[in-house]
């Protein structure tokens, strides 16, 4: 199945759509895509797993695979690292994002295959599928839903199922 986000900041499922959070520079060509750019890239990206926070609920149903994920988590963003668009434990002697937030935007993050088999240097990291802020602001380049949403998303979601991120707006028919 692939789940279809669009530029106009909505994002298609079960039939209806619903609003999702892109990236704060937009959306752009994933060949144009930069390390620390905000930009959310256009393409399919397969959906790797579920990472969550089990300290705010346990993880929601799912056939992704599942991983709990600790205080000292983070993801390196340095694209001369070699862990580079991977996990890593903080700290960490490069620039690494923390998973663990004090806002709940991370609690649940479905990892997205952007830039991971293999990573290329600056071609960007750390794109995600997690919960949008309460005003739905943009992202540094993910795509962010609704808990209620995403929660539907999981429930659904099988390994091999992907995120289509696309331009314009959505169809009137959004199934």
Not at 33 to 56: C, H, I, N, Q, V
Not at 83 to 111: F, K, T
Request: aromatic share 8%; charged share 20%; glycine share 12%.
């Amino acid at each position: 199945m692939i789940f279809n986000a669009y530029a106009d900041g909505t994002f298609a499922l079960d039939g209806a759509l619903v609003r999702c959070a892109l990236g704060r520079g937009g959306v752009i060509a994933a060949t144009r895509k930069r390390e620390g750019d905000g930009a959310s890239p256009l393409g399919t990206w397969p959906m790797r797993r579920l990472l969550y926070r089990a300290d705010r609920g346990g993880h929601p149903l799912t056939g992704l695979p599942v991983q709990a994920i600790h205080r000292f988590d983070g993801w390196c963003d340095a694209p001369g690292d070699p862990a580079y668009n991977r996990p890593v434990a903080l700290p960490y002697p490069a620039s690494a994002e923390h998973l663990w937030l004090e806002d709940h935007v991370y609690d649940l993050i479905v990892v997205l295959g952007h830039n991971d088999d293999p990573p290329v240097a600056g071609l960007g990291s750390a794109i995600f599928l997690h919960l949008a802020r309460p005003d739905y602001a943009p992202t540094a380049g993910c795509v962010a839903l609704a808990r209620p949403d995403l929660e539907r998303v999981l429930a659904q979601a099988r390994p091999g199922d992907a995120v289509a991120i696309l331009p314009g707006s959505a169809p009137a028919e959004a199934g």
